[in-house]
């Protein structure tokens, strides 16, 4: 058995050599399919990221700074729906939007759209729970301060999200990762269906189960490479805002 | 006022986006969405055939793979137009459940038992396929299900219950329930060295094969009949009847069946068709 081993060892590094060398053709061959996989990914996960940071930003700073009975319930439920498993996300807006559910007459089952509304509602949580928690935080320590200048509660919570802009640019970058990397909630909203709702995570569970690894784990590369690059992007942006504005 | 100007923008781009999303919906592109299985998916059948149906009637079809169990229940939400599969005694009930209109017969193929090079439970080179699942519940030799009320599943139970074996009691043991579709099930049986029991298209397309090889194929039991159904518009107002029609009409008119026949891997042909015209 442990003879085997160095063969199983060489083995996996040819297959990650593979993954690397599949990786790079699919970049420089710029397959036009390959570009139309990436741009709806991106499409799809940056609308979901914006859609759920309109409603979890506002969110989580009215928590933060209000008082109204239930609010502690309400953060133990939030922090709770950040660990929502994608795929019952999936099942929850399928059965929603399926033509024998309450919302079917839309008729947007299979579509993009229904691809962003189920990753709206994995997110939004999760931006909503971490940034009640960096808002609060700031809250605290800007209390005494903004009450000195009469700010009302929902002012003041605006001029904390406009205050903590580059710590919730890091949740809101959080939130757009977990929408692009997972696969459960889209693969069941979306279908998979090749030019219409492929994204890179389903190709690469559609490549995993052809049994082509290398292919699969190529495009898990260049995933791993575009959520890189917009990191990098989202790093350079706040550099520069914050020595403009210190 | 920077702030509001900011929130302005952040509402201004949703918009655009959302409107973004929204434009590919409202295009005017005919299209139909089909449940099928994964074995037409995931052997390249539906990219060798669609692209011809699409080029001569411009109706683009709309593929959700996933079981034939599955395919059949989106066909009964209404979740689609068109059930394309592989299990005719639940074909038949589909139909007669009045969720189906008609049911046509396209093409087969068949069944193929694969397993390890070593073969411990000696049944390579078999035609019968019932004697090997015995010999493979006697030897306690690792075989992997899918276990997801496909048609493939459906099948293999069949092959159980004509063996006199009840697999169940092994499950846990030499006898593993995936629950997936047939490339998981195959990349599991390939990193356990065991058993399946697979569809001749899927295995053909399957590249991460390690030591499995064909074992068992060629029993009459082995034959793998596929067929389509249109959903029924008296249950779902909303199905593209015409365009649905359509379709079938051509998967089972000569060009269609010559267009299946003509797919092939390597030398291979992978379906047959065989539709009663």
């Known amino acids: ?246 | 006022m920077a702030l509001k100007t900011n929130a302005i923008r952040g509402v201004l781009l949703g918009l655009a986006m959302l409107g973004m999303l929204a434009a590919p919906a409202s295009a005017q592109q005919k299209f139909i969405t089909v449940a099928s299985t994964t074995s037409t998916e995931q052997s390249g059948l539906f990219k060798h055939l669609l692209p011809v149906f699409e080029k001569k009637t411009g109706i683009q079809v709309r593929v959700v793979a996933l079981g034939t169990g599955q395919a059949l229940d989106m066909g009964r939400r209404g979740d689609a137009d068109v059930v394309f599969v592989h299990d005719k005694v639940a074909e038949e009930k589909f139909v007669a459940e009045g969720f189906g209109v008609q049911r046509f017969e396209v093409m087969y193929n068949d069944f193929v038992l694969v397993g390890p090079k070593a073969d411990p439970a000696k049944v390579a080179g078999g035609k019968d396929i019932v004697d090997a699942y015995k010999k493979i519940a006697a030897a306690g030799a690792p075989f992997v299900s899918r276990g997801d009320k496909s048609g493939t599943h459906a099948a293999e139970l069949r092959l159980w219950k004509a063996a006199g074996v009840d697999p169940s009691g092994g499950k846990g043991g030499w006898y593993r329930e995936t629950g997936s579709g047939m490339g998981p099930t195959l990349n599991t049986a390939s990193g356990m060295n065991a058993y399946a029991f697979t569809d001749r298209g899927t295995w053909l397309s399957f590249k991460n094969r390690g030591d499995l090889v064909i074992v068992v194929e060629g029993d009459q039991r082995l034959f793998n009949q596929y067929g389509v159904m249109l959903v029924n518009p008296a249950k779902h107002a909303h199905v593209k009847k015409d365009q649905g029609q359509a379709f079938i009409d051509w998967v089972i008119s000569p060009e269609g069946q010559k267009t299946i026949a003509g797919y092939k891997i390597g030398a291979d042909q992978l379906f047959f068709p065989n539709a009663k015209r």
Not at chain 1, 227 to 244: D, F, G, S, Y
């Open chain 1, 1 to 246: 058995m442990i003879g085997d081993l160095p063969i199983y060892a060489m083995h996996c590094m040819t297959s990650l050599w593979e993954a690397l060398a599949a990786a790079w053709g699919l970049i420089a061959g710029f397959d036009a399919t390959l570009a139309q996989i990436v741009g709806l990914s991106l499409q799809v996960s940056l609308s979901a990221v914006l859609i759920a940071a309109c409603i979890g930003l506002p969110l989580g700073a009215a928590i933060a700074v209000e008082r109204f009975p239930g609010r502690q319930t309400l953060i133990v439920l939030l922090n709770a729906l950040m660990g929502l498993p994608p795929v019952v996300v999936g099942l929850l807006v399928y059965l929603l939007l399926s033509r024998a559910g309450p919302l079917g007459s839309l008729g947007i089952l299979f579509t993009p759209a229904a691809m962003v509304i189920a990753q709206t509602v994995l997110i939004t949580p999760i931006i909503a729970a971490l940034s009640r928690q960096t808002i609060e935080d700031a809250w605290r320590e800007y209390d005494e301060q903004l009450r000195s200048l009469g700010a009302r509660r929902l002012n003041a919570a605006m001029t904390l999200i406009w205050d903590t802009r580059f710590s919730l640019l890091t949740i809101v970058l959080a939130g757009f990762g977990r929408a692009a990397a997972e696969v459960g909630a889209v693969m069941i909203v979306g279908g998979n269906i090749d030019g219409v709702t492929r994204v890179m995570t389903t190709t690469i569970a559609l490549e995993t189960s052809k049994g082509d690894l290398p292919l699969a784990l190529g495009l898990g590369i260049i995933l791993i490479g575009l959520v890189l690059l917009l990191n990098m992007a989202a790093a350079l942006i706040r550099e520069a805002a914050q020595r403009r504005y210190g």
